[in-house]
């Protein structure tokens, strides 16, 4: 017992003894001490003859002193003691080349790959020595005679496809990585990141779509290509093509229609909106109501339908007409209840806001808030939504009761936030301005940063023009016309505007009130309209605090409703240039970024 703890410890100050040599060699090292270098790692080597890394420290610190024969030596003495450690042919060709002899050199690489046996962990420690060396050809011919040597095709695809990549043979490494799939289907997350990165820099996604349809037609049995196509082509923003794949997949497979499911979520996240309603009107039609996706894919088609028309401003009234008819066959086709609450709601907000029909919005939502077992939080958005649209009726009354039965219900949650914000914008329409700021002093803490930026921005507006004048009258004649906007009354709300202009000219209104008039002009889809009113607030108010607000929103209208990528661009930029301190500042260096191509 005495005798194994005496061992222990002489071999614990023995180990610790080790490592503050090693330590301070690599310190003579990195001051260029290598003299001093050289004689601890020749003593660590000889004290430690099978470590690998105090053979490879050794021999480059007797490269950085030219002691080639001392090199020679230690290498000869390693190989005959290790015959099977072959990497040591790799140093002795890196000898030959420090000292300018290359034939010599290639004759050491070659002999160690001809030396190499049927071993795994042989094969890989050959090639990484040839990788740290940059001899990227000599690697792959490691890695080439290895699967020979272990009879198994594409053993060392995947470490093959790191080696290209290295080399930059982008058409090698594609198929190095595509023969990889084949064989480790597990591999393709690792793969599609080195895709991701490595050929986003070139026109690297030809070169693998053009290898996969070749494969796909060659071994159409094997579906890993058709999955990494599909990929390819969501990478690409192709929705169609990589629909197109998929629903060729699915019927192969006989699958139940989960990854054309997927495909649908993720186009319409990316606004492809034409796939994603073909996706999920293929789950609809194809697979049925038995299919598991059926019921969500009725649901989000129609999310997706309102969407394409909302977000587009490119719609018909007939064209909502027949969305509200789909609404209505879905409500019909599963019953009116809580668990259709939801869509019930969004047909109420297209009723209300996009066919102008508030009293049939009113009704619905009237019945969605009487339904059996639906959740309060479903319960409070149908009220806040429905005191909206009584608003928006000129009933102010119902609609400050709906708001404050959500604050009651809801209280400290952000709901009730959102009811007491309404209510406080209620009364700031009405022109009971201090009341309104004292609810707003309370929303600012809101732990929602939506609905706290929204009542800073309210209060600040009230407390910089209540007080610019002896009476209230421009406020509360801008308030109204606001209100009026609110309730879609466009031309009355400009009419008021007008009024303010010309009977209190001096108020101080006047780039508010463009910028509400841009608004208008937005929503009435006259995009060149709402520009020519932005534009003119930094000319006429350019020490205005709302000529940041101005740019931005024309610089989103170029880029999302014109098309206009470089005008777009141009305002973005002279916002990052020019208004430094402006909340918009992330947001602009984002979408500059992403217009100009930074990444893609």
């Not at 709901?415 to 609810?439: C, P, T």
């Given at each position: 017992m005495i005798r194994l703890f005496l061992f222990s410890i002489a071999l614990l100050i023995a180990n610790q003894t080790l490592a503050q040599t090693a330590s301070l060699a690599r310190k003579y090292f990195s001051d260029g001490e290598f003299e001093k270098a050289a004689a601890l790692y020749k003593e660590l080597h000889e004290r430690n003859r099978a470590n690998d890394y105090f053979f490879e420290r050794y021999f480059v610190t007797l490269l950085e002193l030219e002691d080639y024969k001392e090199s020679e030596k230690m290498i000869k003495k390693s190989i005959k003691a290790a015959p099977e450690k072959v990497e040591r042919y790799v140093s002795y060709g890196i000898l030959y080349e420090r000292q300018g002899n290359r034939d010599k050199a290639n004759e050491q690489y070659a002999k160690a790959i001809k030396l190499l046996a049927p071993n795994q962990v042989q094969v890989v420690k050959l090639a990484n020595a040839f990788i740290k060396n940059k001899g990227y050809q000599y690697a792959v011919e490691t890695y080439e005679k290895g699967s020979k040597l272990m009879k198994i095709k594409n053993m060392f695809a995947y470490e093959m496809g790191s080696v290209y990549r290295l080399k930059g043979d982008i058409p090698k490494m594609i198929e190095s990585y595509l023969n990889c799939l084949e064989y480790l289907p597990n591999r393709m997350t690792n793969i599609q990141a080195f895709f991701q990165r490595e050929l986003s820099k070139t026109d690297g996604f030809s070169e693998l779509k053009k290898q996969l349809y070749a494969r796909i037609n060659k071994l159409p049995e094997v579906t890993i290509y058709p999955v990494m196509l599909i990929w390819v082509f969501e990478q690409q923003g192709d929705f169609e093509n990589a629909l197109r794949q998929a629903k060729a997949l699915d019927k192969r497979q006989n699958e139940n229609g989960n990854r054309i499911y997927r495909l649908a979520q993720t186009a319409i996240r990316e606004k492809s909106y034409d796939a994603g309603i073909d996706a999920y009107n293929y789950i609809i039609e194809e697979k049925g109501i038995d299919s598991p996706y059926y019921i969500d894919s009725k649901r989000y088609v129609l999310i997706a339908k309102r969407d394409r028309l909302v977000e587009g401003f490119k719609y018909t009234r007939e064209e909502l007409l027949t969305l509200e008819a789909e609404y209505e066959a879905y409500i019909n086709e599963f019953g009116r209840s809580y668990t259709t609450a939801g869509i019930m709601q969004e047909m109420a907000e297209l009723q209300a806001f996009y066919l102008n029909d508030l009293d049939k919005a009113i009704v619905v939502l009237e019945e969605v808030i009487k339904m059996p077992q639906l959740s309060r939080i479903a319960q409070a958005e149908a009220k806040i939504d429905l005191g909206d649209y009584y608003l928006m009726q000129g009933e102010v009354w119902e609609s400050?009761?709906?708001?404050?039965?959500?604050?009651?219900?809801?209280?400290?949650?952000?709901?009730?936030?959102?009811?007491?914000?309404?209510?406080?914008?209620?009364?700031?329409?009405?022109?009971?301005?201090?009341?309104?700021?004292?609810?707003?002093?309370?929303?600012?803490?809101?732990?929602?940063?939506?609905?706290?930026?929204?009542?800073?921005?309210?209060?600040?507006?009230?407390?910089?023009?209540?007080?610019?004048?002896?009476?209230?009258?421009?406020?509360?004649?801008?308030a109204k016309a606001e209100l009026l906007m609110f309730q879609n009354k466009f031309d009355e709300s400009i009419v008021v505007m007008d009024s303010i202009l010309e009977q209190h000219a001096e108020h101080g209104l006047g780039d508010d009130i463009l910028f509400a008039k841009s608004n208008i002009a937005y929503k009435k889809r006259d995009y060149t309209t709402a520009i020519k009113l932005l534009e003119d607030i930094p000319v006429k108010y350019k020490d205005g605090i709302l000529v940041d607000n101005a740019l931005f929103r024309m610089a989103e209208i170029y880029e999302q409703r014109l098309g206009d990528s470089k005008k777009a661009m141009e305002l973005y930029e002279k916002i990052l240039f020019e208004h430094s301190g402006s909340l918009f500042i992330v947001e602009a260096r984002k979408r500059f970024r992403k217009l100009r191509g930074d990444g893609v």
């Open positions: 400050t009761l709906l708001y404050s039965q959500v604050d009651k219900e809801m209280k400290d949650a952000p709901l009730g936030e959102m009811a007491r914000y309404k209510n406080a914008k209620l009364s700031y329409y009405k022109g009971d301005f201090e009341w309104a700021q004292d609810q707003l002093d309370i929303l600012k803490g809101s732990t929602s940063e939506l609905i706290s930026n929204d009542a800073i921005g309210l209060s600040v507006f009230i407390l910089d023009h209540y007080a610019l004048d002896t009476t209230a009258k421009p406020m509360q004649m801008f």
